[in-house]
């Protein structure tokens, strides 16, 4: 079976599949009357794209994968906002922007696809460099931690603490159009530093399967002392750290860690 990291094979059916969390009304409280302008990145096929185009302010959506890119504009075209809404292929780490903006969204578990400290420095040193003064930046991680409290809430989709490591469960079938269903299983296994996906897709047409590939992606675990120091050296000023989607103040046994970032002055260490 053919499997590969990246998002180009996913990208195809990638808004059948990717149906997180809502997070919608948490972000909203982020975007006042002083948010003029939204940057999400990244921004897979455009999850978040009816929602940010809601709030009328000028929008940017960001994701490495062509492809993604590709979906998003085409979505862009349907909802007739090409002059408020753009969508631009860059990495996380050196994205280019025609001008700044007062709100950066790094969503659901996606800051925990960068592998290495240098990345997420690059990262945050990117985000500030394209925020304007009192802007925003909200990175918003997923605890990975089987020690979170029980029947938590806003535990990503594919994995709940009580998941067993290495089996390969069914997660949903899902159908794509008229005659065609996905389905997909996952496993994940785990180490002190990383945990890694793998995800099992077979496409079936009048049931019968005439597709089948995997994809695994792997993220960084994170403890919220080690991300202090690390935001520490990039100039932004922590407003807060959320434990969940109602803005519950984090605490050790939270399912999420979410960073509310400040940019005081244009000062880059
Ligand atoms: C929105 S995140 C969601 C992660 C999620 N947990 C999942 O299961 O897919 C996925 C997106 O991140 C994009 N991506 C991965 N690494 C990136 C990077 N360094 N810069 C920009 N986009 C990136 C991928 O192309 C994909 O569209």
Redesign the pocket.
């Known amino acids: 079976m053919e499997n590969n990291s990246?998002?180009?094979r996913?990208?195809e059916f990638?808004d059948v599949?990717?149906i997180?969390l809502d997070d919608t009304n948490f972000l909203s409280s982020f975007i006042g009357d002083q948010v003029k302008s939204i940057l999400e990145?990244?921004?897979?096929?455009g999850?978040h794209l009816e929602f940010l185009i809601g709030t009328g302010k000028n929008i940017y959506m960001?994701?490495?994968?062509p492809?993604?890119i590709e979906a998003i504009k085409r979505k862009i075209e349907i909802h007739g906002q090409g002059k408020k809404v753009q969508a631009i292929c860059?990495?996380?780490?050196s994205?280019d922007i025609p001008q700044k903006v007062d709100l950066i969204i790094f969503?659901?578990?996606?800051f925990?696809?960068?592998n290495c400290d240098k990345?997420v420095i690059e990262?945050l040193c990117n985000a500030y460099q394209n925020l304007n003064i009192n802007g925003i930046t909200l990175v918003d991680i997923?605890v990975f931690d089987r020690n979170i409290k029980p029947n938590t809430k806003n535990t990503?989709k594919?994995w709940h603490p009580s998941r067993e490591e290495k089996l390969i469960c069914l997660d949903w079938q899902r159908d794509i159009n008229n005659e065609r269903k996905l389905l997909r299983k996952s496993s994940y296994v785990e180490t002190s530093e990383n945990i890694t996906?793998t995800?099992y897709y077979e496409v079936f047409c009048h049931d019968n399967c005439i597709d089948e590939y995997s994809a695994s992606?792997s993220?960084k675990k994170y403890r919220s002392e080690f991300l202090i120091n690390l935001i520490n050296e990039t100039g932004f000023t922590i407003e807060n750290i959320f434990g969940d989607y109602s803005h519950k103040k984090y605490e050790l046994g939270d399912p999420r860690l979410i960073f509310i970032l400040r940019k005081y002055e244009d000062r880059t260490k």
């Not at 969503?107 to 996606?110: D, G, I, R, T, V």
């Open positions: 990246s998002y180009k996913r990208a990638y599949e990717y997180p990145v990244p921004s897979g096929s999850f960001i994701d490495k994968e492809e993604m860059g990495l996380m780490e994205y969503p659901q578990e996606s925990q696809l960068l990345l990262t997923a990503p594919y996906f995800f992606i993220l």
